[in-house]
């Protein structure tokens, strides 16, 4: 096999690993699917972590998932479904960084391996083995990388942003306690 002919595979491989991987995710948000909980619940748990309006979070982070996972695995419109899933994964690595790095903790490791990934196929591009190739990357051009990256930067910045002040806020009327309840007794 030449060179490019695995770079092809590599990257097909990985497109639909990933790609999969977050529609399937994505799912479980919007329809319930694969033990999911569907837009209700996903958006009762999104209120519960500071992500407000809750319903409209968990149907944004159902469709970037959803639809750039798919995207991805079909290699169409490659960065703009890259920069998509990675901006949903951004999103869900904020949730989980308290908890550390590792998934096994509840830490964003899994969030942060979608995200890496899913962004490094936007920017590498998804090979000859794709809807874009086939297309003649018509929704694949150079210029399309720092494009959606940068909306998709901006509009996660400000929708983890305003969680963040959100749970800032909340914990300004908190005090915290001088004292174990282990030692009070």
Do not use: C
């Not at 999969?20 to 209700?40: C, D, P, R, S, Y």
């Not at 995207?71 to 490659?78: I, K, N, P, R, W």
């Not at 297309?135 to 150079?142: E, I, K, T, W």
Request: zero cysteines.
């Amino acid at each position: 096999m030449r060179r490019y002919d695995r770079r092809d595979l590599g990257l097909l491989l990985l497109r639909l690993g990933t790609g999969g991987v977050l529609a399937a995710h994505g799912t479980q948000k919007l329809f319930g699917w694969f033990g999911g909980h569907g837009i209700e619940g996903t958006g009762q748990f999104m209120e519960s972590v500071g992500y407000v309006p809750g319903r409209t979070s968990a149907t944004a982070a159902g469709l970037a998932e959803t639809g750039g996972g798919a995207l991805l695995a079909l290699g169409l419109a490659t960065p703009a479904a890259g920069a998509a899933a990675a901006g949903a994964m951004a999103g869900a690595a904020a949730v989980h960084t308290p908890n550390g790095f590792f998934n096994q903790g509840g830490g964003y490791e899994y969030a942060a391996t979608l995200g890496l990934t899913a962004a490094g196929l936007a920017v590498t591009g998804p090979g000859r083995l794709s809807l874009d190739h086939t297309l003649g990357h018509a929704v694949n051009r150079g210029w399309m990388i720092p494009a959606a990256f940068a909306a998709t930067a901006a509009g996660t910045a400000l929708v983890v942003g305003a969680r963040a002040r959100r749970l800032r806020k909340a914990k300004e009327g908190e005090q915290e306690s001088l004292f174990e309840e282990e030692f009070m007794e």
